[in-house]
Every structure is written in structure tokens, then in C-alpha cells.
């Protein structure tokens, strides 16, 4: 059965840290491209980074960028966004994904990537 599946997430105080993981299963994330997003209800789901097959091409959206730290283990076929600096504004459902090219798509879209998780919820309250 091919799925993703994440955990790590929870309720932070805002500055803290949460790391979540993704672990693939019925595949192998070599040669593929993977990233995360986050989606907050009422709104589209948005791209928060991604890393290429080999790992030296990574990409960050704007509002992470210098918090969040994206990394891949394709030898037990994990992928990982550490989270740091949390704000209240970065609370959402976190999904990870993975596309079937190996390279970060130009533009972070969802239809880019063919195979998601679940969704771990990750709230950021004091």
C-alpha cells in the first residue's frame, strides 16, 4: 500500500519548536522530489518547502524562511521539517508530499505533487 504518513505534530507555545517527520511506505522516495505544506481552514493549501531528489536544491516560502529546516533520509525513506520560532500565524494542518520528478516544481502547487499524507495539526497558542 503506497502512503505517506506524518507525525510530530501538537500544541506549541509560540517560539517553541515541533519537528515533524514522514515516513513513506509501499515506495521509495528516491529520485523524488518532496515537500511539505500546511492548510488552514477556509484557505488553499499552501507550499511551505521543498527539497530535490539529492538534496542540494531546497526551496522556502517566505514566511519560514530562517525558522524552518527541511531533510530527507531516502536510506529509511523519511522526510522531516524541523519547525523553530513558531508563531501563531504558522498554525494549520502540515501535510508531506512527494512528486514523481526529482526536482522541486517552479512554482509550489499542490498539482505538482501525486502522493500526500494525512495531515498532522500543528497549533501554535499560549
Known amino acids: 500500500q503506497v502512503q505517506l504518513v506524518e507525525s510530530g505534530g501538537g500544541l506549541v507555545q509560540p517560539g517553541g519548536s515541533l519537528r515533524l517527520s514522514c515516513a513513506a511506505s509501499?515506495?521509495?522516495?528516491?529520485?523524488?522530489?518532496v515537500g511539505w505544506f500546511r492548510q488552514v481552514p477556509g484557505k488553499e493549501r499552501e507550499g511551505v518547502s521543498c527539497?530535490?531528489?539529492?538534496?542540494?536544491?531546497?526551496y522556502y516560502d517566505d514566511s519560514v524562511e530562517g525558522r524552518f529546516a527541511i531533510s530527507r533520509d531516502d536510506v529509511n525513506n523519511m522526510m522531516y521539517l524541523e519547525m523553530n520560532s513558531l508563531k501563531p500565524e504558522d498554525t494549520a494542518v502540515y501535510y508531506c508530499a512527494s512528486r514523481g520528478q526529482s526536482y522541486c516544481p517552479v512554482s509550489p502547487s499542490p498539482g505538482a505533487y501525486d502522493r500526500w499524507g494525512q495531515g498532522t495539526q500543528v497549533t501554535v497558542s499560549s
Open positions: 509501499g515506495f521509495t522516495l528516491d529520485n523524488r522530489a
Open positions: 527539497i530535490n531528489y539529492s538534496g542540494n536544491r531546497i
